[in-house]
């Protein structure tokens, strides 16, 4: 029950395309979903982040789209570049019960955008 | 307003060793989390320290144990290393007040 399901595992783009990442969790106590974007030899760096009390949340060129009653969200990037070729994981966690620290990550979605 | 930085960046050490991590918190931050991430994985949560306290730990045994500081500074220690320790370690500050958790760079351990 404390799983998030991440994919695709891998996912190749040409430039200026859509990438799409999607998750799925079964602990409807999470209420915090942020999602990294890591470079190899990096950690990783926050990218955007939504509550369940809004459907979407857009930041420049990143979307996250959340479905609460599917338990359900996704990373949408659109117009991709060459740079956001990155690992990206998706992450749950409880806020109330854990102050947002104790995350639960998916497997990652290693993205290749061709130019 | 500075990040969380981690040190040594890179350690190499032997089987049955033990190994002391280190990471400052980002400032205003007062609560550490730990993850270890192994190659093509997600991170995995090792355990959370707030305010001088444990709080919180993950699926990892007693010999992985840490302290954090009256300055939120926050240490990681793994004694008896076996080779599936070789790992990135990882820090994340947070705040109780704004919850995001940032990353240090990660400490890559290498047991031979």
Known sequence: QQQVKQSPQSLIVQKGGISIINCAYENTAFDYFPWYQQFPGKGPALLIAIRPDVSEKKEGRFTISFNKSAKQFSLHIMDSQPGDSATYFCAASSMIYNQGGKLIFGQGTELSVKP | ?112
Do not use: M
């Open chain 2, 1 to 112: 307003e500075t990040g969380v930085t981690q040190s040594p960046t890179h350690l190499i050490k032997t089987r049955g060793q033990q190994v002391t991590l280190r990471c400052s918190s980002q400032s205003g931050h007062n609560t550490v989390s730990w993850y270890q991430q192994a190659l093509g994985q997600g991170p995995q949560f090792i355990f959370q320290y707030y305010r001088e306290e444990e709080n919180g730990r993950g699926n990892f045994p007693p010999r992985f144990s840490g302290l954090q500081f009256p300055n939120y500074s926050s240490e990681l220690n793994v004694n008896a290393l076996e080779l599936d320790d070789s790992a990135l370690y990882l820090c994340a500050s947070s705040s109780n007040r704004g919850g995001e958790a940032f990353f240090g760079q990660g400490t890559r351990l290498t047991v031979v």
